[in-house]
């Protein structure tokens, strides 16, 4: 087992990350003095494979464990479901001293974590990811709330986890269009901040998207690592931690426009890191064997990279909204060379609309 720092001054917490880790749940609990009621939170997929096997867990550790089910998917990632939490932790007889177990994808970790922000006005959580965007992006970092009618993630808090317990024998049950998604994730990583990862993840598609766990365990921790590294300099994004977001500015208008339901969050990503480089080409930064590359390692691993059904208005009108929402201009993560990226708020709608163009229909 490999254990990564995040290091937050008070807020400090470790990943702890191998092959059957679950168990290790037991040792971070009792060393951070749990007792009495525990309140597990998961959803509807996960709870079948494995809410009763950490039920049991934490029951033989002397602990009262309250097993709370969401229904799973995007939807149920809203307000409501915080205040149905908060009401199950009152039954089960959480206090301020208690601790949530977030057992799950990235909504179970984000809703489950923001029920922790603010039940008793913040109360302590561990994550338990069972994907690979929850292992390698969203249970890092303490991003935690719920999705708005009008926008995503609008809602919500940063509260960090007291620690992340990654058991990679857990991604046998994910199906392999989220694991695929998931690996979206961290070529991403790669494309920021390490050419090492993105020459990996060229070289090992096969075995990846065979859940080889041994060929898993270095791209999700070395994205750990890099994602501790960025969290630890910039915990609130005021600037660093944007990087995070490559791909993510088209991909948020890729996923609006889809209406949420037509490409998974890291499918949204692949596309928006094909439209980003393209972008990056237009203004000069990288060229035609940069965008090809990214783009043949994007394939690789069987994720898109042409919409050629959705008309650009569509998306660029859905990335106006996210726009509106922040209340400001549109902010671009570019590379412009491999493992290196920058920041840009000054790309005018023109040339948004002609990177989109340009690979809309798969060329570039
Ligand atoms: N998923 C991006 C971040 O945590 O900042």
Not at 226 to 250: C, M, P, W
Request: aromatic content about 6%; glycine content about 10%; overall charge negative.
């Amino acid at each position: 087992m490999t254990q990564i720092d995040v290091s937050l001054g008070e807020r400090s917490y470790p990943i702890h990350i191998g092959l059957d880790t679950v168990p290790v749940l037991q040792d971070v609990l009792s060393r951070l003095g749990a007792r009495g009621a525990v309140a597990i939170v998961t959803d509807s997929n996960v709870a079948p494979l494995y809410g009763a096997a950490v039920d049991q867990l934490l029951g033989e550790a002397g602990l009262w464990p309250r097993l709370c089910v969401l229904q799973a998917g995007e939807e149920n990632k809203r307000l409501d479901r915080i205040e149905w939490l908060c009401g199950e932790f009152l039954r089960a007889g959480l206090d301020r001293s208690s601790i949530v177990v977030a057992l799950g994808g990235g909504v179970v970790g984000d809703v489950a974590g923001f029920a922790a922000a603010v039940y008793m006005r913040g109360i302590r959580f561990v994550q338990v990811p069972t994907t690979i965007v929850a292992q390698v992006d969203s249970s890092v970092g303490g991003k935690t709330g719920v999705n708005h009618p009008l926008a995503k993630n609008i809602i919500g808090s940063f509260h960090q986890p007291i620690a992340v317990v990654i058991d990679l024998t857990l991604l046998r049950s994910l199906p392999d269009r989220e694991l695929r998604a998931g690996l979206a994730e961290v070529i991403k990583h790669g494309v920021i901040a390490d050419a090492t990862l993105f020459a990996y993840m060229e070289a090992n598609a096969e075995r990846l998207l065979a859940k080889d766990l041994t060929a898993l365990e270095y791209p999700i921790r070395r994205s750990c690592e890099i994602k501790a590294s960025i969290v630890a300099e910039d915990e609130r994004e005021q600037g660093l931690r944007a990087i995070l977001n490559y791909g993510h500015t088209f991909g948020h208008g890729f996923e609006a426009a889809g209406k949420y339901a037509r490409f998974l969050h890291g499918e949204a990503v692949a596309l928006g890191m094909h439209a980003a480089a393209a972008l990056a080409q237009e203004l000069g930064l990288v060229d035609e064997a940069f965008v090809q590359r990214q783009r043949d390692c994007i394939e690789a691993y069987g994720l898109p990279v042409a919409w050629p059904e959705m008309p650009v208005d569509v998306v660029l009108e859905a990335m106006q909204h996210d726009k509106k929402a922040v209340g400001g201009a549109l902010k671009f993560i570019l590379a412009d060379g491999m493992a290196h990226v920058i920041q840009r708020k000054d790309i005018t709608e023109a040339q948004t609309r002609a990177a989109l163009e340009a690979v809309r229909g798969g060329r570039g």
